[in-house]
């Protein structure tokens, strides 16, 4: 049974108001009794409970993260570096995974709050009603840092990625290597990065003059199943494009598993550009061009700002970082021939 201020009280001979007031160093204590109750401190092991303190003076030493897929790399990339500066400045993290679900997000905040935390780092869900979320995040009171995904046209801090230059440049790289038939697997059209994509995939095409084919624009989910039955319709189409932009690691995925599973040689058969690195991908030798935007990197920075924004107290004052995602050409961008 854990030890409680209480059993320190009761074992020193004190009230539990002046174990309190040696606990958190406040207020005027007999310097005899203080070392008394710290020697029963000692000898009954007792290790406070962060949260518990944190209750009385209305805020913890912890933030809350909650992310829409723990098991996606990007996500655990991001997580490690949220994990690393949190650490770095004595700052204890709780983690929610939302399974990309609207009610389980509203749950993990509902919970969050419980804890009386610092601030909050969040990727809202790009599923259905999730602009839901946008009110609990305003009512919480604490710094909230929105990361890799955004919720327009409110005005949270956060740290993004310019999509719309990822996916622009992603396209102007197939287009240099002579492609004309550039096909788009998307995310859900309803979030932010999603979006973003396909409108630097159009201006790209635009730019180039290069007419914009609906039927060359697939919506997926973010997921591996989807994008692997997108896949599976294009090889099997009449007029096929050459060239494939994927716009997640997910889906870069599932469209490379159905192009393998169809004999299809990339990028002789289908060039892919995608977008996040597969570290797995890699494992299995697979050689993918791809946009990357340093989720590591912008874990450690949504840390930095939250801990800027509470130390300043300004709740209010939003602080935005978008940085320039960068291509990896590891060559399955090439176009060795015409379909």
């Known amino acids: 049974m854990a030890v409680t201020i209480n059993d320190i009280a009761a074992k020193s001979g004190v009230s539990s108001a002046t174990v309190s007031r040696v606990l958190n160093n406040s207020g005027y204590v007999k310097v005899e009794t203080k070392e008394k109750i710290l020697h029963v401190i000692k000898e009954l092991n007792y290790v406070p409970s962060e949260i518990a303190r944190g209750l009385s003076k209305n805020e913890t030493d912890t933030i809350g993260v909650i992310v829409p897929d723990i098991t996606n790399q990007y996500f655990g990339e991001m997580i490690k570096g949220i994990s690393e500066v949190a650490e770095e400045n004595g700052l204890n993290v709780i983690f929610f995974n939302t399974d990309n679900d609207i009610n389980k997000e509203l749950k993990a905040l509902k919970e969050v709050k419980k804890y009386r935390i610092k601030g909050v780092i969040a990727t809202p869900g790009f599923g259905q009603g999730h602009k839901a979320v946008i009110k609990p995040l305003e ?170 924004i509470a130390s300043s107290n300004k709740v209010d004052s939003p602080i935005r970082i978008k940085t320039l995602p960068k291509l990896i050409l590891n060559g399955s961008e090439k176009k060795y021939r015409v379909l």
């Not at 290597?177 to 990065?193: A, F, M, Q, W, Y």
């Not at 692997?228 to 007029?239: L, P, Q, R, V």
């Not at 690195?277 to 840390?303: C, H, S």
């Open 139 to 308: 009512d919480m009171n604490v710094p909230i840092i929105l990361v890799a995904a955004d919720l327009r046209p409110m005005n949270f801090s956060g740290v993004f990625v310019d999509d719309v230059f990822g996916a622009f440049n992603a396209t102007k790289l197939l287009i240099n290597e002579g492609h004309r038939k550039i096909g788009i697997i998307t995310g859900i059209l309803k979030s932010n990065p999603a979006s973003d994509r396909l409108i630097g995939y159009k201006q790209a095409l635009r730019e180039n003059n290069i007419e914009i084919s609906e039927k060359y624009i697939f919506q997926g989910d973010f997921q591996l199943e989807k994008s692997y039955g997108i896949a599976k319709k294009i090889i099997n189409m009449e007029d096929p494009p050459t060239a494939l932009l994927t716009c997640s690691n997910m889906i870069s995925l599932g469209a490379i598993k159905a192009l393998l599973e169809s004999n299809k040689k990339i990028p002789d058969d289908m060039a892919i550009v995608g977008i996040n690195r597969v570290e797995f991908l890699d494992i299995m030798g697979v050689k993918l061009t791809y946009v990357e935007d340093f989720p590591q990197e912008m874990g450690r920075n949504a840390v930095r700002v939250l801990i800027e």
